[in-house]
């Protein structure tokens, strides 16, 4: 993280300039840089919340009958 010196303009003002300018000074892998922990994180909770829903689907099957099966 950077100090703003006063009376100098953000280095970061918009979205995609930014973008281009992280590309260019660090790299296009610096874009993905904490992809692969975010996604192991967010993993195993996915995991979770499936079978979650698939059994509570499946409780809710049984007890609603036939039309639900």
Known sequence: MQLQI???PPKY???FPSL???AREEGFGALY???L????RLAPGGGVLLLVVEF???V???QL???YM
């Open 13 to 15: 003002n918009w979205t």
């Open 37 to 40: 922990p975010k996604v192991l």
């Open 33 to 35: 840089s904490g992809f």
């Open 65 to 67: 009958g036939p039309p």
């Open 6 to 8: 006063a009376g100098s």
């Open 20 to 22: 281009a300018i992280i």
């Open 60 to 62: 809710f099957r049984k």
């Open 56 to 58: 509570t689907l499946g």
